[in-house]
């Protein structure tokens, strides 16, 4: 077979990052200090990676586990002022005498996302997203209840038979995978792009009898086209949000969590799970809408508030939005 020569100008994480920051001219990015803080984002998923052979039954010690991880490493980063953590009640404010001292970014994170999967083996992941604390703030609730358009960065790492890092610093879609042998995540999908139409759809169907008019309407829109000859939509769903948010980025199509009579806002919160997928899936070329609104126009009032996420390919997004109309 053909033989190809091992790749001797590996792009790593860390260099790519530096150098499209670099290209960006973007203060937040060109200083470095994104790159740092990304450094050590990156270590926490090298880190959860390896922790994902403890038993399922420690679901919850995982959940812990993780989030300790995170918390030390972006706090000794010395570049966080504010972390925000579906573990953590409250947000956790950086002191001065942190080690390493306060930084300028705030963090909000999704630690263990998809816990319910994990005694099964299925793929689970850690969500993220970053905003710059507000000019002269030193970090308050203030820099982190704000709309997930003004987030400098976002991205996920997915734990499976590999694992893989996506990010976005706001140009474009980068993924990347974790070279055990080096311990660096290397650039394996640059500049991810959804088709503008998909083939597959992503929910929850037995929830159903909760969902609204509109959401059912346009499930029965995909699953019994009217069209003459049109096929319906394959049903994907795994349960864990970043491994159906990562197979839409990559097969393209809808993933919806509706809301519904038994979660009025849906289940999945704004600030750690919405935003950074609304984020990743619009610099992907796609859509993220709560049905009626750009998710990441929405302002959360509180750190753990929840919304509706219809997202995914551009023209599948405005199909759904038309029966919201
Ligand atoms: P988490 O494990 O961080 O609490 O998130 C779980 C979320 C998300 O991963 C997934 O999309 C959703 O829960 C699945 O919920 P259902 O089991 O209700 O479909
Ligand atoms: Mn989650
Ligand atoms: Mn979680
Ligand atoms: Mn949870």
């Known amino acids: 077979e053909d033989y190809s020569p091992p790749s001797t100008d590996i792009i790593t994480l860390t260099r790519h990052v530096l150098t499209e920051g670099f290209k960006q001219r973007k203060e937040s990015a060109a200083s470095g200090d994104l790159t740092i803080l990304l450094a050590s984002l990156q270590t926490t998923c090298i880190g959860a990676a390896g922790n994902t052979n403890v ?185 864990s949000m970043v491994a159906d948010v990562h197979r839409q980025l990559l097969y393209s199509g809808i993933f919806l969590y509706p809301s519904g009579a038994n979660a009025k806002d849906g289940k999945l919160r704004m600030l750690y799970e919405a935003f950074p997928m609304a984020f990743i899936t619009e610099q992907a070329g796609g859509l993220a809408t709560n049905g009626t609104e750009r998710i990441l126009d929405l302002t959360p009032k509180s750190i753990h508030q929840r919304c509706p996420v219809f997202l995914g390919s551009k023209d599948d997004v405005e199909d759904l939005m038309k029966f919201f109309k």
Not at 74 to 103: M, P
């Open 55 to 239: 038993q399922g039954e420690d679901q919850k010690k995982l959940d812990v586990l993780s989030n300790e991880i995170m918390i030390n490493a972006l706090k000794a980063s010395g570049k966080t002022a504010v972390l925000v953590s579906e573990e953590n009640d409250e947000a956790i404010f950086v002191g001065e005498k942190q080690e390493g001292g306060r930084g300028k970014y705030c963090v909000v994170f999704d630690p263990l996302d998809g816990s319910s999967n994990i005694d099964a083996g299925v793929n689970i992941g850690t969500i993220f997203g970053i905003y710059l604390v507000k000019e002269g703030s030193k970090g308050t609730l203030e820099d982190v209840l704000r709309p997930g358009r003004e987030m400098v960065a976002a991205g996920y790492c997915m734990y499976g038979s590999s694992a893989n890092m996506v990010l976005t610093t706001g140009n474009g879609v980068n993924g990347y995978t974790l070279d055990n042998q080096i311990g660096e995540f290397i650039l394996t999908h640059p500049n991810i792009r959804m088709k503008n139409r998909g083939k597959i759809y992503s929910c929850n169907e037995g929830n159903s009898m909760y969902y609204s008019e509109p959401v059912l309407k346009y499930l029965d829109s995909i699953k019994y086209p009217k069209k003459e000859g049109a096929k319906p939509y394959a049903a994907r769903y795994i349960g």
